[in-house]
């Protein structure tokens, strides 16, 4: 009922930028958090970014100063405004919708992010 389709990603230098984008289709209502989650192989899927129907922000501490989380409800799209990348940044980058104070949600099918050193 809900899908979610991320773009955007690709091969840059470090301290280089790429902006993802996350569009959303289907039943999209009410109050809900649409969050930028990453996976390295072999490490956890760690959350990345976060923004809220009320466009209350969360970061990683790693990411912090260098990302900036957003999104346009009138189009139903969240975007990742990444900048100074580095190699640790390497990652499948996920989207997610879920609603407020729950778990799970929906995924899209991630997009790979490469920042070379």
């Known amino acids: 009922q809900v899908q979610l389709v991320e773009s955007g990603g690709g091969l840059v230098q470090a301290g280089g930028s790429l902006r993802l984008s996350c569009a959303a289709s289907?039943?999209?209502?009410?109050?809900?958090?649409m969050g930028w989650y990453r996976q390295a192989p072999g490490n956890q899927r760690e959350l990345v970014a976060s923004?809220?129907?009320?466009?209350?922000?969360n970061y990683a501490e790693s990411v912090k100063g260098r990302f900036t989380i957003s999104r346009d409800n009138t189009k139903n799209t969240m975007y990742l405004q990444m900048n100074s990348l580095k190699p640790e940044d390497t990652a499948v980058y996920y989207c997610?919708?879920?609603?407020?104070?729950?778990?799970?949600?929906?995924w899209g099918q991630g997009t790979q992010v490469t920042v070379s050193s």
């Open positions: 997610n919708l879920r609603a407020l104070n729950s778990g799970g949600g929906s």
């Open positions: 923004i809220t129907s009320f466009r209350n922000t």
């Open positions: 289907g039943s999209i209502f009410g109050f809900n958090v």
